[in-house]
């Protein structure tokens, strides 16, 4: 059984770096892709971004600008960066697995983490 | 990128109704269609991939079907653990995006 927790800071002030980690156990990070996904309160889900064999990344490109999304193979997760932050990246944050790279569905999600951005 | 709509936005049903919920994509993304179901102050739960495949564990009452542009999630008999909100996303291509949810309530 795959285990996603996600974990960091839930309150981050204006113009400043959103870090965030995702601690994988049951799967390795070094197969499949791994994804960073928020949802403003409220609203809907916008895809950040994914990692796939541990180090290579794709973003959206409404965030690819600010975002930074690596993996750390000894400790088998991987964290979020998201650079100068206001309050439009207030959100609940969630990282998910990939269950099938050529189908793209996710099939394990962490539990979330809300991050509000004030000062 | 490509824009996901679904309709409706809300609907009020009761226990037993068969309730339907419709998925648009902006340009036809095959198959690519995945539905989630997410209950407040939970994360999404994976029903269906592939537009029609119901993933592991999830009961049979839940349906989908559609292919390129237009896509329906159904629950044949609708239970109140269904009582939630329901969104599609595609993955045919990159940035993966989600429809704007349907909030299905009593």
């Known amino acids: 059984q795959v285990q996603l927790q996600e974990s960091g800071p839930g309150l981050v002030k204006p113009s400043e770096t959103l870090s965030l980690t995702c601690i994988v156990s049951g799967g390795s990070i070094s197969s499949s892709y791994w994804s960073w996904i928020r949802q403003p309160p409220g609203k809907g889900l916008e895809w950040i971004g994914y990692l796939y064999y541990s180090e290579r990344t794709i973003y959206n490109p409404s965030l690819k600008s600010r975002v930074t999304i690596s993996g750390d193979t000894s400790k088998n997760q991987f964290s979020l960066k998201l650079s100068s932050v206001t309050a439009a990246d207030t959100a609940a944050y969630y990282c998910?697995?990939?269950?099938?790279?050529?189908?793209?569905?996710?099939?394990?999600w962490g539990q979330g983490i809300l991050v509000t951005v004030s000062s | 990128d490509i824009q996901m709509t679904q309709s409706p936005s809300s609907l009020s049903a009761s226990v037993g109704d068969r309730v339907t919920i419709t998925c648009r994509a902006s340009q036809t993304i095959s198959s690519f269609l995945n539905w989630y179901q997410q209950k407040s102050g939970t994360a999404p739960k994976l029903l269906i991939y592939a537009a029609s495949s119901l993933q592991s564990g999830v009961p049979s009452r839940f349906s989908g079907s559609g292919s390129g542009t237009d896509f329906t999630l159904t629950i044949s008999s609708l239970q109140p653990e269904d009582f939630a909100t329901y969104f599609c996303?595609?993955?045919?291509?990159?940035?993966?995006?989600f429809g704007p949810g349907t909030k299905v309530d009593i």
């Open positions: 998910a697995r990939d269950g099938d790279t050529a189908l793209g569905y996710f099939d394990y």
């Open positions: 996303q595609q993955s045919y291509s990159t940035p993966l995006t």
